[in-house]
């Protein structure tokens, strides 16, 4: 996961340098695998607004604009960008700016008329893989200012190689939460209040697989006036993050995705059929055309959002083509769900398929934030879109929700899991800091895993929370001490070891076989008999789990004579 470092010090912000912050990161268990920076070096370039235009009399694609950049004298620079208008703000490079390696702004003549300097794209600051013009700054952007300072440029991308098991932490906020709780940092929850609504329209929502999706939240938003971009910050957060801007609406519900950990989509509520959305399985032979123009063949076992005639989405992976948001878009749907993570597990992959949304879906996002998101998204879309916000259907069975254990800690437990002995008081401030619940007895904690930590489900789970975050440099080496006794070795029976010594000076090699073969080769050799297979194997050869080392062994033996070796003499004990 790629994060801005300036978006996390938004939500919390210590007082620690980029490379500390780094090393805190790594040494509690979320690896920092980079730091880059958010952008080249910009020198030069900065905020002009074109005050005149007149066409270029040699050249019926070029303009001749007359740039204020607060010097002495408007810039004359000869542009030949379709969307450059008198009255607009963009970057300017001035004389003497490096944009590349090899690209120097120099004076030049184009068509014999002087050009001093240079309107840039998104695409020539390095801010975008491609643009269609020039990169328009809203008209309050300041005159003369430098383009690094105006768009907080001189910050840092941290890359980040997150376990599976810390879905919490593909977020802004769950790296916040991390980061507070690292500097010993009070942490405030944001709270996202419930929009205004108005105009409910009878809309409905069916689950027929509430053990896959036991939470599902929508909402229609009306009234939408045509859009074309979103602000240059929302567009920067998500360039930071490794995500294109697309369209006003897809990029809020990226940039909630970001945010609080919450995958989202938008439906052009024009292009439904009928007013009901179904979560479902996919029927027999059942297509759908994907928003990336990939036409599926759906298998029975795979989730779906569908409307009353066909599939929308494929459930918690990506949206269905046909009723994706445009520019003409008017009214939308914008859903926001729970999907259990052992039902979705390998979707996307059986497709070929893997998204930021199923990344997040299939490690388990945060149950308890999935109406927060919803109304987070709403106020976005009303303040930077506009339209008309409806009240939020939804569906909940409670019974298939995960279910958080309470757990009991004992103080002398970890005493003895970590070898140090940690005071009570630093033990509770951990795990508040953490946004763990606990109510203590006597020398022992009743402890309760918030809903955003479904990885916590045990008193070793905790000790390992109060080890990361106490820190690991903290705990000082101690040699192990422990009582020898001697083992009374029995006259029968004969101990694996003492085979081993006995194969291998009879000159045998001990192999190591894969427990998972061929279901094929399975057969072959073990005629009619009945093996485990995996749902969600790494490959088709090895989906069934070996019922003896015969199948290991003979492949081992087919390997080494393909490879001319006539003497083999292989061994392996299980």
């Not at 470092?5 to 268990?29: C, D, K």
């Not at 080496?477 to 085979?499: F, R, Y």
Request: hydrophobic share 40%.
């Amino acid at each position: 996961m790629k994060f801005s470092e300036s978006w996390l010090r938004e939500w919390v912000n210590p007082n620690i340098n980029t490379q500390t912050l780094a090393s805190q990161l790594t040494m509690a268990g979320l690896e920092v695998d980079g730091v880059e920076t958010a952008s080249r070096s910009l020198g030069g370039v900065v905020v002009g607004k074109v005050t005149a235009i007149k066409s270029h009399p040699d050249a019926d694609k070029l303009s001749i604009c007359q740039v204020d950049i607060q010097s002495k004298e408007p810039l004359q620079i000869v542009c030949g960008a379709q969307n450059v208008a008198e009255g607009v703000k963009v970057p300017v490079a001035t004389i003497g700016s490096k944009l590349s390696a090899d690209f120097i702004i120099k004076p030049v003549k184009l068509r014999g008329v002087d050009s001093h300097g240079m309107l840039c794209s998104a695409k020539e600051l390095g801010l975008g893989e491609s643009s269609e013009g020039l990169m328009i700054l809203p008209h309050d952007a300041p005159i003369g200012a430098s383009i690094t300072d105006y768009l907080s440029l001189d910050d840092h991308i941290i890359c980040l190689d997150l376990t599976p098991n810390r879905a919490d932490c593909l977020s802004i906020l769950g790296l916040a939460r991390e980061t507070a709780a690292l500097n010993n940092q009070a942490f405030e929850y944001p709270t996202f209040p419930a929009v205004a609504t108005s105009n409910k329209k009878d809309f409905s929502i069916s689950v027929d697989c509430p053990e896959r999706c036991p939470r599902y939240a929508a909402r229609i938003i009306s009234n939408l006036p045509k859009t074309s971009v979103s602000p240059i910050w929302l567009q920067e957060k998500l360039r930071r993050s490794g995500i294109r801007s697309l369209h006003p609406i897809v990029d809020i519900t990226n940039f909630v995705m970001l945010e609080l950990g919450q995958p989202m989509h938008a439906f052009d509520l024009d292009k439904l059929s009928g007013s009901t959305i179904c979560v479902r399985l996919a029927k027999m032979n059942e297509t759908i055309s994907l928003l990336n123009q990939q036409q599926l063949t759906l298998n029975p076992n795979t989730l779906v959002i569908a409307d009353a005639e066909k599939p929308i989405a494929l459930a918690g992976v990506m949206g269905g083509d046909q009723t994706a948001v445009t520019d003409v878009t008017q009214s939308i749907v914008l859903e926001s769900a729970y999907f259990n993570p052992t039902h979705l597990s390998g979707c996307a992959r059986s497709y070929g398929l893997h998204t930021d949304s199923s990344h997040r879906f299939e490690r388990g996002v945060d149950y308890a934030l999935i109406e927060q998101a919803l109304e987070r998204a709403t106020q976005l879309i009303l303040e930077m879109v506009g339209g008309t916000a409806h009240e939020i259907t939804r569906v909940e069975s409670t019974e298939h929700l995960p279910k958080t254990p309470i757990i009991h800690l004992e103080n002398a437990k970890i005493n003895q899991v970590l070898g140090i002995t940690i005071a009570p008081e630093r033990v509770e401030a951990i795990l508040k800091l953490l946004g763990l619940s606990l109510r203590q007895q006597n020398d022992a904690w009743q402890v309760t895993a918030p809903s955003h930590r479904s990885d916590i489900t045990t008193n070793v789970d905790l000790i390992e929370e109060i080890a990361r975050i106490y820190g690991y440099d903290n705990i000082p080496n101690q040699p192990i001490v422990s009582a020898s006794k001697l083992i009374p070795c029995l006259e029968q029976g004969v101990k694996p070891e003492k085979l081993r010594q006995l194969l291998t000076a009879w000159g045998y090699n001990e192999a190591i076989t894969y427990s998972f073969i061929d279901p094929k080769l399975s057969e072959l050799l073990h005629p009619g008999l009945a093996t485990p297979t995996l749902k969600n194997p790494i490959a088709s050869d090895m989906s069934a789990m070996r019922p003896s080392l015969w199948p290991g062994l003979l492949l081992s033996l087919k390997y080494n004579r393909s490879h001319q070796l006539e003497r083999i003499k292989l061994f392996e004990m299980g």
